[in-house]
DNA sequence: CTGAATCCAGTCGGATACTG
DNA sequence: CAGTATCCGACTGGATTCAG
């Protein structure tokens, strides 16, 4: 949540984390992946976080050029995000992060 | 780093955050993958974690099925650490992490 | 509806010192 | 070498309030 800017650091994996490793990133990801979402709707497609550390955290995400945020000029406002292909082209990680929690819940059922 | 277990939440990309969202599971995953390795070696190889913490982590991914964990009664005394098929098994979501991580670091450049 | 600002508790994790 | 115990600063993020 910090104001600077993360640096990149020199291992793949640690530059994928250094970008998406905060507690709402990924859901966030997961809830844009199937197009635009409103503000309100991710709210509550996301479940418990607040309004603070969403809209940090979109921010942030924005800042990275994993999202846009488009505002309507209207009367009550609207606010919209949809994921740019840097965000979408993170895909197949969340497919994969979604395969693997099935696969362990499946085993843990035995 | 709680003692109490984690509970697994209904989506599954939310089970997989619950395993290896902890700040340096994914670099102890990244760094096992390859084989088995001494406690000095990851502190090494992962880079700036402290003693505490790494120890908390991995007690945390032993608890949760990921990694084993092996003693060698000597002196001076020597631990080891291995994933178990669970832990490999999330091989590729590292592999895509660190795809992704390279393609983004070539964007980057150019 | 979206968001900014403030307050604050909980936690995370680093530093250090000590043990077998 | 690996681990434990303690201390403590810093940060995360939730609740609340106010605003446009």
Redesign the interface.
């Known amino acids: 949540m910090a104001a600077a800017a993360k640096e ?1 650091p020199a ?7 250094t ?1 998406i ?1 905060d ?1 709402w990133k ?2 966030i990801l ?1 809830d844009l992946m199937p197009g635009t979402k409103r503000f309100g709707e991710l709210k509550k497609s996301i479940g418990s976080v607040s309004q603070k550390v969403l809209t940090a955290q979109l921010r942030e995400m924005e800042r990275s050029g994993l999202l846009t945020r488009t505002v309507y000029p209207e009367v009550p406002p609207r606010v919209e995000y949809t994921l740019t292909d ?1 965000g979408y ?2 895909k ?14 499946a ?2 059922q035995g």
Request: hydrophobic share 40%.
């Open positions: 990149l291992c793949p994996v640690e530059t994928t984390l970008l490793s507690k990924v859901l997961r840097l082209s993170l197949p990680i969340l497919d994969a992060m979604r395969n693997w929690g099935e696969a362990y819940k085993q843990k």
